[in-house]
């Protein structure tokens, strides 16, 4: 019988730590098993995500953040910061690990991250994977994805460029100038790129579409929509936001331990 995977738009641009407790409570109900794998695709208007382990104020220019408006949040899950607007599709998946020959990040980073290079693809770009988490295009990176496991269960999620303005972009995120050396670049805003700068003709459901395909074709699964989250998942994200992801010691006191 084909897996259902729940396709959920729900977003709330304007609270991104409200956000961000989403993302950790559809996870959390999937590790439930309340609901089936769930896909959901959203946005944030103005923010900087930053990793569980990173340091505000060494990843993010916070006078610049908060002249600007830019809300600044920590997520669960690894990796680097990056910045949001309504420009910026976000995609996060959440689904059981099947078989004793998928475990570990290997599952994420050589298996579900597929979903979104396979979306590029349908959009008629030529994408590959560098590092193991990153996604680029012609050399210049649209997509960062981090994840997390957790026994049998697996949360992929990421950042596309689409329309992201990329000259706030590389004004508010900090970016270690060994990174820079590296790569034999001056500016974050030279080596990423966004989709409309690719192909303008693209629109953000043609973005939306693809993804779901692309997660569907991944997991040999049936997608269908649903309007909104289960109620046990209103309440958990509701008290991950009070409790943790709208605190200043989440966000900003947390360190590595």
Request: with cysteine.
């Given at each position: 019988?084909?897996?259902?995977?729940?396709?959920?738009?729900?977003?709330?641009?304007?609270?991104?730590?409200?956000?961000?407790?989403?993302?950790?409570?559809?996870?959390?109900?999937?590790?439930?098993?309340?609901?089936?794998?769930?896909l959901r695709i959203w946005r944030n208007e103005k923010a900087v995500v930053i990793g569980v382990f990173q340091k505000a104020e060494e990843e993010v220019d916070l006078d610049f953040a908060n002249s600007n408006s830019i809300q600044i949040v920590r997520r669960f899950t690894g990796g680097g910061a990056v910045y949001h607007d309504l420009g910026n599709i976000n995609f996060a998946l959440s689904t059981k690990i099947e078989g004793e020959g998928q475990r570990g990040v290997d599952f994420l980073y050589d298996h579900l991250i597929y979903g979104a290079i396979e979306a590029l693809r349908l959009l008629g770009f030529n994408p590959s994977k560098e590092n193991f988490n990153d996604i680029v295009i012609e050399g210049k990176k649209v997509?960062?994805?981090?994840?997390?496991?957790?026994?049998?269960?697996?949360?992929?999620?990421?950042?596309?460029?689409?329309?992201?303005?990329?000259?706030?972009?590389?004004?508010?995120?900090?970016?270690?100038?060994?990174?820079?050396?590296?790569?034999?670049?001056?500016?974050?805003?030279?080596?990423?790129?966004?989709?409309?700068?690719?192909?303008?003709?693209?629109?953000?459901?043609?973005?939306?579409?693809?993804?779901i395909e692309g997660f569907t074709k991944v997991l040999g699964a049936e997608g269908y929509y649903f309007d909104f989250p289960d109620k046990r998942e209103i309440e958990l994200a509701r008290r991950l936001y009070l409790e943790k992801y709208s605190t200043v010691s989440w966000n900003f006191e947390r360190r590595r331990p």
């Open positions: 019988m084909t897996e259902k995977l729940r396709v959920l738009l729900t977003e709330f641009p304007e609270n991104s730590h409200l956000n961000l407790a989403f993302e950790e409570a559809f996870f959390l109900s999937r590790c439930s098993e309340w609901t089936s794998d769930v997509i960062g994805v981090a994840g997390s496991i957790r026994k049998d269960c697996a949360f992929l999620h990421g950042a596309m460029l689409f329309s992201t303005d990329l000259s706030v972009l590389s004004k508010v995120l900090k970016v270690p100038l060994k990174k820079l050396q590296d790569k034999k670049i001056d500016s974050v805003k030279y080596r990423v790129s966004t989709l409309s700068q690719l192909k303008p003709e693209i629109e953000q459901k043609d973005v939306i579409l693809s993804l």
